[in-house]
């Protein structure tokens, strides 16, 4: 049986790659399964998680231009129709997704160089512990990164068959791939430029430009057109490129992290941005406006400090390359050290990228290039180009790490056999030493503002979030100290260790941490905001009051912080929200202090500062029935019913009032 299953092996190595992937990566979500952070979606994650399960309830064709392309939460949305609203379910759908990129990884590496290659590439590709990390989560990469794999494999398919069909088909994927990320379409130029190289004759070489460009409007046609007739506006796909390119691109960023300038910080969301904008044109803007708008903002910015942009373009070309995995949504060291999957797993993009260079130089010598492996690393060098002038993280340059690992594997196998052939000759020596030198240039630089990067600190407060929710105070306080230590200006330690203190009823340690609080948030009203609901949680109403009339008075509308989902609707910023909240928790407090004239003054100002806060009309409702006044009081239950019908807490109220 033994001697049956090596040779099983020895002819369907392929077959075996990907069992031990697949075994891989269920120990993986097994582990993960067992961890906190399992029902812990964060930011975009949430983001899509939301919208899948609108679409799975029934709510497909939405009732705006989409922010974000769509593709992926369709796909998601039809798992949740099948299978309910499962984070299992989503997970195995982006394993196999992986797996299947594993298989393309393969196909493409045997075209490429020999079968011995293809297996390396295919087993470290199954193994990579970052992309297996992506496979996981709620969001668009892994997709996204198998149908760059599968257009660039069809596109050289479609060479050798000299069928239009087949330039149909890799147009079809293509497609799909910019309606999963957009950020794909302009290198459709090098597909083109590939095909009037590769045909023959420019009338057959047009006719299948002609084809592919075609096959591509086919898949994106129907995203602008839904964007036309739901929206009234026309966006190509999504709209969310115009603040992408700011984030990257303004007096602040680093090119790595997506924060705006002050006051925004990290704790932007999709209303705020629309908020800026549409304050400073001084009319409301469609979604197409909104996207020019930071676009110009962002080239303004470019064109006033060139050599600023300059600097920031190159440093972000830089770390498309370093060997930090840069987080964006979540703390990876932190995250990776907890699964041992993903500890355990010694490869790691600096490895590859030195292995990338060895290969290049063994191809050089050895007169390997062909226009096929050209054509991929200028699709590498493309991206890497085009990603830059926007922001850069670990899972915005996935989509060709398959492409390097191809690349990484031949220089294995090959400075391998050079070893064993003359180790100790100069074709041996001097890929050996370039690849050391790419490997210390992959790690080391930049490192002192890696080893700063703030999703270290905002890992530790999620998590303390996270402990927090599930009973565990004491352990939520030691990340949430954490947090603090490592960046005393994000907000969000300090947000949940008030909730962490007030379960505890340690007066005296909320009182110490507000102290600290102020030293950095004296202008911020969400802290004094959530420093007023702690207190008032603890019944200690002549505190909390002092606290939220300090919200209400505080000209700062925003706080560092990492707290909030993005949200799909244009109303009221962040600021007004807070001060609607602090408005809101004030007359409530009047309330219970019979103080009925000051209840109604805060539930209408509340109101006033955003017209979604239910509580507020609950509160205003009852104000008005305790002076008396009933028909005020139905007044506001009616106003209430009309905009939230199925809200069951107004239909109580209103038949208690009646």
Excluded at 8 to 35: D, N, Q
Excluded at 269 to 278: F, H, L, P, S, V
Excluded at 319 to 340: A, D, K, Q, T
Aim: net charge positive; proline share 4%; aromatic share 14%.
């Amino acid at each position: 049986m033994r001697k049956n299953f090596v040779g099983l092996i020895k002819r369907e190595p392929l077959l075996f790659i990907l069992l031990i992937g697949g075994i891989v990566r269920l120990a993986f979500l097994l582990i993960y399964l067992s961890r906190p952070e399992w029902n812990q979606l964060l930011v975009d994650s949430l983001f899509h998680n939301r919208w899948a399960e609108s679409i799975a309830s029934g709510n497909i064709l939405g009732s705006q231009p989409f922010f974000r392309a769509p593709f992926y939460i369709y796909l998601l949305g039809g798992l949740y129709a099948l299978f309910g609203d499962s984070l299992l379910v989503a997970r195995i759908f982006g394993h196999l997704v992986g797996l299947l990129s594993v298989y393309i990884t393969y196909r493409l590496a045997l075209r490429l160089f020999s079968k011995e290659t293809a297996i390396v590439a295919a087993l470290i590709h199954s193994l990579y512990p970052i992309a297996i990390y992506f496979e996981s989560e709620l969001l668009v990469e892994s997709l996204f990164t198998l149908l760059v794999e599968l257009s660039v494999f069809f596109l050289f398919l479609a060479t050798d068959k000299k069928n239009n069909r087949w330039y149909f088909l890799t147009g079809l994927i293509f497609g799909i791939a910019v309606i999963t990320r957009p950020v794909i379409l302009p290198l459709l130029l090098l597909f083109i430029v590939w095909i009037l190289w590769k045909r023959t004759g420019i009338k057959a070489a047009i006719i299948s430009n002609l084809v592919l460009i075609c096959a591509v409007v086919i898949i994106i046609l129907p995203v602008t057109l839904r964007n036309i007739i739901v929206g009234k506006d026309v966006v190509l796909v999504a709209s969310s490129g115009g603040i992408n390119f700011y984030i990257g691109n303004n007096p602040t960023a680093d090119g790595l992290s997506a924060t705006l300038p002050p006051p925004l910080g990290s704790s932007w969301e999709i209303r705020d941005i629309n908020y800026i904008a549409e304050n400073e044109v001084g009319h409301p803007l469609k979604d197409s406006e909104l996207s020019d708008y930071w676009y110009k903002k962002g080239l303004r910015w470019c064109l006033d400090n060139k050599i600023d942009f300059l600097k920031l373009y190159f440093k972000k070309l830089y770390f498309c390359l370093n060997n930090f995995e840069i987080p964006n949504n979540r703390n990876l060291p932190l995250f990776f050290r907890g699964n041992l999957i993903l500890k355990i797993m010694p490869l790691n993009f600096g490895i590859l990228f030195a292995l990338l260079i060895i290969s290049l130089i063994l191809l050089r010598w050895n007169r390997g290039f062909n226009s096929e492996k050209i054509f991929m690393l200028l699709f590498i060098t493309a991206y890497f180009i085009l990603l830059s002038f926007f922001f850069i993280n670990a899972r915005f340059r996935l989509p060709v790490v398959p492409f390097i690992i191809i690349f990484a594997s031949f220089g294995f196998t090959g400075i391998i056999s050079q070893i064993i052939s003359r180790p100790f000759g100069i074709r041996t020596i001097i890929p050996l030493l370039a690849g050391v030198i790419a490997l210390i240039f992959a790690e080391v630089y930049f490192r002192r503002e890696i080893d700063a990067f703030p999703y270290s600190a905002k890992g530790y407060s999620n998590l303390a979030s996270l402990l927090y929710l599930k009973n565990l105070p004491d352990s939520a306080r030691l990340y949430a100290d954490s947090a603090i230590i490592l960046k005393p200006y994000l907000s969000d330690g300090y947000l949940i260790k008030f909730r962490i203190l007030a379960a505890k009823y340690d007066t005296s340690g909320l009182a110490r941490l507000m102290t600290r609080a102020k030293e950095y948030f004296r202008d911020i009203p969400r802290i004094y905001l959530d420093a007023g609901l702690v207190y008032s949680e603890l019944k200690m109403y002549s505190t909390a009051e002092k606290y939220l009339k300090e919200a209400l008075q505080k000209q700062g509308g925003f706080t560092e912080s990492s707290d909030e989902a993005f949200s799909y609707s244009t109303d009221n910023n962040s600021g007004e929200r807070i001060k609607a909240r602090a408005a809101y928790q004030l007359g409530y407090i009047y309330g219970i202090n019979n103080q009925l004239d000051s209840s109604v003054e805060m539930s209408r100002m509340a109101i006033a500062l955003d017209s979604n806060l239910i509580e507020a009309y609950i509160n205003l409702a009852q104000g008005y029935f305790l002076q008396g006044e009933k028909e005020p009081a139905d007044s506001i239950i009616a106003t209430a019913l009309k905009k939230f019908p199925k809200n069951e807490l107004v239909k109580s109220l209103q038949e208690r009032l009646k």
